[in-house]
């Protein structure tokens, strides 16, 4: 079961509200610039640029009286189309200060004013950015004093500066690294994984080598066949009865004339390979099969028979030695090792994908060392709102109710969820930057067939579970999903990583164990001084032999001491190695908008 959509955007509104931090100033400079907008008789007379941390900037806009009032002149044009005001008709031309007071009378006394205002920067701003400074604005410039403020002072036909906060998209910096043109390339790491099957890796060789065997013919008549053989029969099949002797003869497809037949396992029907160890050229032998399971012809499948088979010819079969003249046999400029190499590789990739995130968090890593990026807070939010709205919706579809869930649709729950989620956020963004940098300068592409491949398969799943598909968005989203990907493998390809092979479940750390111990000890005893701290403050003494959990109990009419106990116990965990998941409960939970059933 799902949100209505309308109740999601109507409610994740509320999670804009103070969710701004504050900037300091980190380096400024000045460009005049002339043009200004679709006005001809608008223009800037200079902009400053003053750079903020996590990609913002604050822009001062100096704006010429002739620019003020056109806004001005032109919210009066709107309003009067709009507003009906006794001796005048509507639409005509309505004095500005008639209808300032029309608006005052209605609680609005500055509105033309903050129109204009508002106009000015939203036609301002983009351009100023953009064209002058080359930087690309993300999410709604605010201005630094409201315009409601402004507003008190604004004269049209003055002149005026507007200092305004924007978002930019930021710029990747990739770090100087002696001897490297390309700091991605020749990454550092390690991660774990499970050994290379090479019992796969023997069989998928010795396949190759069996389909370049050679024949030779055997002049014996009293040789008998042996595994690895190989023979050329007649056959001819009977359905078996219920005591295995021959019945109903089988349809010719299930005979034939001169049918060859290599006597290795698991070739063949259960039983024809084994019937025919020992057979000799002229023999003819009765013997009894069972049909597999899973073949095409379901009248047959799993079905036992009996075939009358006579032995017209066998050849001594040789497989080929892996050398470098039959590696180039195999494909022109192969060499054996070469061969071995891309027969590891393909024998190892479904192996492979089970570790591929491991693999991507250690490239990650060390993908983050050699560049830098700062992440514009506007992003940090609205990836934060995608994730809280998931998780709402994730908790209608595990039964709780939409009013108990409406309840915890807040900007204090959800400043709270996006403090947990921050680093997660940043660090993917980063990664996903880079990823994308990389693309652009090694020309990697994403075939457009693996891409209809992915989303063939995503429309059978939302057809099967009548979901809503919105082609566009996944489309987008399996695409930088693929592109992710195939940046990921070239830096595996070129990266110098340390793989540590495990045999079954790992190993239990025993250091970090003891280490996580220590630190959860060392909050409670914060813990315990924090609430015995406040108790004295209120007059009350804690008794020394009272458990931590009793302590916080017995204070717990304290007003102070409530508070600190809430603030101390969700330390306790350990954030860092949580799942995302988990981190959005405890936040909720530590919010107070989940009931903790371990307390029941």
């Given at each position: 079961?799902?949100?209505?959509?309308?109740?999601?955007?109507?409610?994740?509104?509320?999670?804009?509200?103070?969710?701004?931090?504050?900037f300091?100033?980190?380096?400024?400079?000045?460009?005049?610039?002339?043009?200004?907008?679709?006005?001809?008789?608008?223009?800037?007379?200079?902009s400053?640029?003053?750079?903020?941390?996590?990609?913002?900037?604050?822009?001062?806009?100096?704006?010429?009286?002739s620019?003020?009032?056109?806004?001005?002149?032109?919210?009066?044009?709107?309003?009067?189309?709009?507003?009906?005001?006794?001796?005048?008709?509507?639409?005509s031309?309505?004095?500005?200060?008639?209808?300032?007071?029309?608006?005052?009378?209605?609680?609005?006394?500055?509105?033309?004013?903050?129109?204009?205002?508002?106009?000015l920067?939203?036609?301002?701003?983009?351009?100023?950015?953009k064209?002058?400074?080359?930087?690309?604005p993300?999410?709604?410039?605010?201005?630094?004093?409201?315009?409601?403020?402004?507003?008190?002072?604004?004269?049209?036909?003055?002149?005026?500066?507007?200092?305004?906060?924007?978002?930019?998209?930021?710029?990747?910096?990739?770090?100087?690294?002696?001897?490297?043109?390309?700091?991605?390339?020749?990454?550092?790491?390690?991660?774990?994984?499970?050994?290379?099957?090479?019992?796969?890796?023997?069989?998928?060789?010795?396949?190759?080598?069996?389909?370049?065997?050679?024949?030779?013919?055997?002049?014996?008549?009293?040789?008998?066949?042996?595994?690895?053989d190989?023979?050329?029969?007649?056959m001819?099949?009977?359905?078996?009865?219920?005591?295995?002797?021959?019945?109903?003869?089988?349809p010719?497809?299930?005979?034939?004339?001169r049918?060859?037949?290599?006597?290795?396992?698991g070739?063949?029907?259960?039983?024809?390979?084994?019937?025919?160890i020992?057979?000799?050229?002229?023999d003819?032998?009765?013997?009894?099969?069972?049909?597999?399971?899973?073949?095409?012809?379901?009248?047959?499948?799993?079905?036992?028979a009996?075939?009358?088979?006579?032995?017209?010819?066998?050849?001594?079969?040789?497989?080929?030695?892996?050398?470098?003249?039959?590696?180039n046999?195999?494909?022109?400029?192969?060499?054996?090792?070469?061969?071995?190499?891309?027969?590891?590789?393909?024998?190892?990739?479904?192996?492979?994908?089970?570790?591929?995130?491991?693999?991507n968090?250690?490239?990650?890593k060390?993908?983050?060392?050699?560049?830098?990026?700062?992440v514009?807070?506007?992003?940090?939010?609205?990836?934060?709102?995608?994730?809280?709205?998931?998780?709402?919706?994730?908790?209608?579809?595990?039964g709780v109710?939409?009013?108990?869930?409406?309840?915890?649709?807040?900007?204090?729950?959800?400043?709270?969820?996006?403090?947990?989620?921050?680093?997660?956020?940043v660090?993917?963004?980063?990664?996903?930057?880079?990823?994308?940098?990389?693309?652009?300068l090694?020309?990697?592409d994403?075939?457009?067939?693996?891409?209809e491949?992915?989303?063939?398969?995503?429309?059978?799943?939302?057809?099967?579970?009548?979901?809503?598909?919105d082609?566009?968005?996944?489309?987008?989203?399996?695409?930088?999903t693929?592109?992710?990907?195939?940046?990921?493998?070239?830096?595996?390809?070129?990266?110098?990583?340390?793989?540590?092979?495990?045999?079954?479940?790992?190993?239990?750390?025993?250091?970090?164990?003891?280490?996580?111990?220590?630190?959860?000890?060392?909050?409670?005893?914060?813990?315990?001084?924090?609430t015995?701290g406040?108790?004295?403050e209120?007059?009350?003494?804690?008794?020394?032999?009272?458990?931590?959990?009793e302590?916080?109990?017995?204070?717990?009419?304290?007003?102070?001491?409530?508070?600190?106990?809430?603030?101390?116990?969700?330390?306790?965990?350990?954030v860092?190695?949580?799942?995302?998941?988990?981190?959005?409960?405890?936040?909720?939970?530590?919010?107070?908008?989940?009931?903790?059933?371990?307390?029941?």
């Open positions: 079961m799902r949100f209505q959509q309308d109740f999601l955007s109507a409610a994740l509104c509320l999670l804009l509200a103070g969710s701004s931090d504050a300091v100033p980190r380096q400024r400079s000045t460009i005049v610039h002339p043009a200004f907008i679709s006005s001809s008789s608008s223009c800037l007379h200079a400053t640029l003053e750079r903020l941390p996590e990609s913002a900037v604050k822009v001062k806009l100096e704006i010429p009286g620019a003020t009032k056109a806004a001005y002149e032109k919210a009066c044009t709107e309003l009067s189309k709009s507003i009906t005001i006794p001796g005048f008709r509507k639409g031309k309505i004095p500005p200060h008639v209808l300032e007071q029309a608006m005052a009378a209605k609680g609005g006394r500055n509105a033309l004013r903050v129109q204009a205002i508002n106009a920067l939203a036609e301002l701003i983009e351009p100023a950015l064209e002058e400074h080359g930087l690309e993300i999410g709604q410039p605010t201005l630094e004093t409201p315009a409601e403020d402004i507003a008190d002072d604004f004269k049209p036909g003055d002149d005026l500066e507007l200092s305004v906060k924007c978002d930019v998209w930021p710029d990747i910096e990739w770090k100087t690294i002696e001897g490297k043109e390309k700091p991605y390339l020749g990454l550092k790491g390690s991660y774990k994984r499970k050994p290379f099957d090479q019992a796969k890796f023997e069989k998928a060789l010795n396949d190759l080598k069996e389909r370049y065997a050679t024949l030779e013919t055997i002049e014996d008549k009293n040789y008998e066949l042996q595994t690895g190989a023979c050329v029969v007649n001819e099949g009977y359905m078996a009865t219920e005591d295995g002797q021959k019945g109903e003869k089988l010719d497809a299930a005979s034939g004339d049918v060859e037949v290599i006597l290795g396992e070739r063949y029907m259960t039983g024809l390979v084994e019937g025919l020992g057979a000799k050229v002229g003819t032998r009765t013997v009894s099969v069972t049909f597999p399971t899973a073949l095409r012809d379901k009248t047959l499948a799993g079905k036992k009996v075939f009358d088979v006579t032995v017209l010819e066998a050849s001594k079969r040789s497989l080929p030695e892996v050398t470098d003249e039959f590696a046999e195999v494909r022109a400029g192969l060499t054996a090792e070469s061969l071995k190499a891309e027969l590891q590789k393909a024998v190892d990739s479904e192996d492979s994908k089970e570790y591929a995130p491991a693999r968090a250690a490239l990650a060390a993908l983050s060392e050699v560049m830098d990026v700062e514009p807070d506007t992003l940090v939010t609205n990836q934060a709102r995608e994730k809280f709205a998931m998780m709402m919706a994730d908790m209608r579809n595990n109710a939409d009013e108990e869930i409406k309840k915890q649709i807040s900007p204090e729950n959800f400043l709270k969820y996006k403090k947990i989620v921050k680093d997660d956020i660090k993917d963004f980063k990664v996903s930057m880079a990823t994308d940098e990389i693309a652009r090694e020309g990697i994403v075939p457009d067939y693996q891409v491949e992915q989303m063939e398969s995503i429309k059978q799943e939302a057809a099967e579970s009548k979901e809503e598909f082609e566009a968005a996944i489309r987008s989203r399996v695409e930088a693929l592109m992710r990907q195939a940046v990921m493998d070239f830096l595996a390809e070129n990266a110098e990583l340390e793989v540590e092979f495990i045999e079954g479940e790992e190993e239990f750390d025993a250091e970090l164990m003891e280490r996580l111990a220590a630190e959860s000890f060392a909050r409670e005893e914060e813990l315990a001084a924090k015995e406040s108790s004295s209120t007059g009350e003494s804690t008794p020394e032999t009272l458990p931590v959990a302590t916080a109990a017995e204070t717990e009419p304290q007003e102070a001491p409530v508070e600190e106990a809430k603030e101390g116990a969700s330390p306790k965990r350990d860092g190695s949580m799942s995302l998941e988990d981190k959005a409960y405890y936040a909720l939970l530590d919010a107070g908008a989940l009931k903790n059933t371990d307390e029941d």
